[in-house]
């Protein structure tokens, strides 16, 4: 059996390819793919503790961690939509400011 | 054995998100990511999680994946990161930070979370996942359904287009 560091670790180096993701790329839809690699990171993270502590609340966590991941894909993907409509560009350097 | 498949799962992790990193085109960056999603639910098998493995693949290599697809097809970026840098300092710095960021992870990790003796593995896979969500965390199993609704008419307000 693995032991669960292993899983840690690996979720550690996910996230940290998610975070430079997040900061290298200009392309919204590149950025919001590299929010769910943290995203999934965390789950393998919780999902592996919760293994260790031999209980399921980790596992009941990462559902909802998904459903969350779900709604916020969706609600950013439009808000990325309806940004292209308006500015008909799409790098997140240009998007300084809230007002359309 | 397991030893292999843990490190041919993980290389395919984080080989896949290097490819999602690196890949110029949006679309290759999606196909990435979905590898990616796919290799975290074989991981989630490993673990005995056979549920989330499940809905890990129905929500986000289905789903999630589908919706990016979708996203980059109606907007056709992918030339939008072409052109000088306007930021080029500032992402330079990224390299060093995120890699002090997993020293730290890996620091905060080493001191303690993995000392003593593990608790044996769980039985019961999905039944006790099912159990545990449909007793003890029954309301926030409910408001979940609230926040489903609020973001599908959030995205219908958000992209009606106004005459």
Redesign the interface.
């Known amino acids: ?10 979720s ?10 997040v ?5 919204p ?2 950025i ?3 929010i ?2 943290m995203l ?1 990171a965390a ?2 993270a919780l ?3 919760g ?7 980790g ?2 966590l ?3 961690v ?10 950013g ?6 940004i ?1 409509r308006l500015r008909r ?3 997140v ?1 240009e998007l300084s400011t809230l007002r359309g | 054995m397991s030893f292999v498949t843990f490190f041919v799962l993980a290389a395919l992790a984080v080989g896949s998100a290097v490819g999602l990193l690196v890949r110029r085109n949006p679309i290759h960056g999606a196909l990435f990511l979905v590898v990616n999603l796919g290799t975290i639910a074989a991981l989630f098998l490993t673990l005995r999680a056979e549920f989330l493995a499940a809905v890990q693949v129905i929500v986000y290599a289905g789903a999630i994946a589908v919706l990016f697809v979708f996203a980059i097809m109606v907007l056709i970026p992918g030339k939008e990161e072409t052109g000088p840098d306007p930021l080029r300092g500032q992402r330079l710095l990224t390299v060093p930070v995120v890699t002090l960021l997993l020293v730290l992870l890996a620091l905060v990790l080493g001191s303690g979370t993995f000392q003593g003796p593990a608790k044996p593995p769980l039985a019961g896979g999905t039944e006790a996942v099912g159990r545990v969500l449909f007793t003890e965390y029954l309301f926030p199993f409910e408001v979940t359904s609230v926040l489903l609704l609020v973001a599908i008419v959030g995205v219908m307000a958000l992209t009606k287009r106004r005459a």
């Not at chain 1, 550690?12 to 993701?21: C, E, H, K």
């Not at chain 1, 900061?23 to 392309?27: E, P, T």
């Not at chain 1, 998904?66 to 609600?75: D, F, Q």
């Not at chain 1, 993907?77 to 309806?82: D, K, Y």
């Open positions: 059996m693995v032991p669960e560091s292993y899983y840690v670790a690996l550690a180096v996910l996230f940290s390819m998610g975070v430079l993701g900061l290298i790329r200009r392309d839809l590149v919001f793919m590299s769910e690699l999934n789950n393998l999902v592996a503790l293994q260790r502590h031999g209980t399921t609340d596992q009941a990462v559902f909802f998904m459903c969350v991941a779900a709604a916020e894909v969706a609600v993907l439009a808000i990325i939509v309806a292209f560009r799409l790098s350097d």
